[in-house]
């Protein structure tokens, strides 16, 4: 038998139903916990540019926001909070984003989808350095989480630095960098490997 290395066997294709029927062997993390991770500022931009996005977003990521919004965020004078201003019902949805996993899912994928050349680019980074990665189309939010645990010789400054060596043309920062490295990989670096 093949003793198994992370979510899957080294022969099996990755796929999101790998993952999850693997669950009972693999650990993750909640999707809100990416906010151990996070400075408030930059968790305000990330929910600040999602929500401003999310009109011109397809339905399959404005969607689940919305329907969580309704459910989740409450907007003092708005009986529906999808209906209030993005400057009214965004420090709610940072709420809701710390506290509930599927909100931070959603909203994470959104802000993939409009950071999309980002989102390939990084794809293409970590699967040259050998990462198993999901293919882009996946929808991420099915996962049950984070898995927590990088490769041993990988951390953020060295992915950001190849990042700018492979794509001195893109102008992205540091955290939108980590952040899709995180949310495209499915990682975070919560523990070693050597870990149990």
Not at 70 to 89: D, E, H, W
Not at 185 to 195: F, H, I, K, V, W
Request: glycine fraction near 4%.
């Amino acid at each position: 038998m093949v003793k198994k290395e992370g979510p899957i066997a080294s022969n099996s294709p990755l796929t999101i139903e790998s993952l999850i029927m693997d669950e009972k062997t693999t650990r993750f993390l909640p999707f809100h916990a990416i906010n151990e991770f996070m400075r408030d500022d930059y968790r305000a931009i990330v929910v600040r540019c999602t929500l401003n996005a999310l009109s011109t977003l397809p339905a399959e990521f404005r969607d689940p926001i919305d329907r969580l919004t309704k459910r989740n965020v409450q907007v003092p004078g708005f009986r529906i909070s999808t209906k209030a201003p993005v400057a009214l019902r965004l420090k709610p949805t940072i709420d809701a984003f710390i506290k509930q996993p599927q909100m931070a899912a959603a909203i994470l994928s959104a802000w993939s989808e409009v950071h999309s050349g980002l989102r390939s680019q990084v794809r293409e980074l970590l699967v040259s350095r050998g990462w198993e990665i999901l293919p882009l189309e996946t929808d991420r939010t099915r996962l049950p989480g984070f898995i927590p645990s990088w490769p041993k010789e990988e951390d953020f400054e060295k992915l950001i630095t190849a990042f700018k060596a492979h794509y001195p043309e893109n102008d992205a920062i540091d955290d939108d960098i980590s952040l899709m490295v995180v949310w495209i990989s499915g990682r975070l670096p919560y523990q070693s490997p050597n870990e149990s």
